[in-house]
């Protein structure tokens, strides 16, 4: 499997994992938040918000897993959007506690993170043309 296709698979997963996640939290908030036991913020549209942003992020990552190279410069995006949701969770998850509700999607960000600074360097090194692959 070739780096460019591994870096495409990812992207698909991660547009996948997104974007589902934003629907399900723009269409089923209040039922997540009373099955996790999490008192639900005073107006959903603090909920929803962030859920429209997911869906967005999803296509954007559905777009770098189409065209990985041509789409490179999304990446970062991607990263920054991973550092954000981790550090706010870790950081509350370490020093005053955070419901459980929200350390599985951390874990998986941190994780996501990472295999997208992976693809990130790995798309801007050039193939050297004298060696075969």
Same mark, same amino acid.
């Given at each position: *499997?070739?780096?460019?296709?591994?870096?495409?698979?990812?992207?698909?997963?991660?547009?996948?994992?997104?974007?589902?996640?934003?629907?399900?939290?723009?269409?089923? @908030?209040?039922?997540?938040?009373?099955?996790?036991?999490?008192?639900?913020?005073?107006?959903?549209?603090?909920?929803?918000?962030? @859920?429209?942003?997911?869906?967005?992020?999803?296509? *954007?990552? @559905?777009? %770098?897993?189409?065209?990985? %190279?041509?789409?490179?410069?999304?990446?970062?995006?991607?990263?920054?959007?991973? %550092?954000?949701?981790?550090?706010?969770?870790?950081?509350?998850?370490?020093?005053?506690?955070?419901?459980? *509700?929200?350390?599985?999607?951390?874990? @998986?960000?941190?994780?996501?993170?990472?295999?997208?600074?992976?693809?990130?360097?790995?798309?801007?090194?050039?193939?050297?043309?004298?060696?075969? *692959?």
């Amino acid at each position: *499997m070739t780096k460019n296709r591994m870096i495409s698979i990812l992207f698909a997963v991660s547009a996948l994992y997104d974007g589902l996640l934003g629907i399900v939290f723009l269409f089923g @908030a209040p039922a997540l938040f009373k099955w996790y036991g999490v008192t639900p913020p005073n107006h959903f549209g603090y909920v929803h918000f962030p @859920a429209a942003i997911l869906i967005l992020f999803g296509i *954007m990552f @559905a777009a %770098v897993a189409v065209d990985p %190279v041509r789409n490179r410069n999304l990446i970062p995006f991607g990263i920054l959007l991973k %550092v954000c949701y981790c550090g706010v969770v870790f950081f509350h998850w370490f020093t005053a506690g955070i419901p459980d *509700m929200w350390k599985p999607f951390a874990v @998986a960000d941190f994780v996501f993170m990472l295999l997208f600074i992976w693809a990130w360097y790995a798309l801007s090194i050039k193939p050297d043309p004298g060696r075969s *692959m």
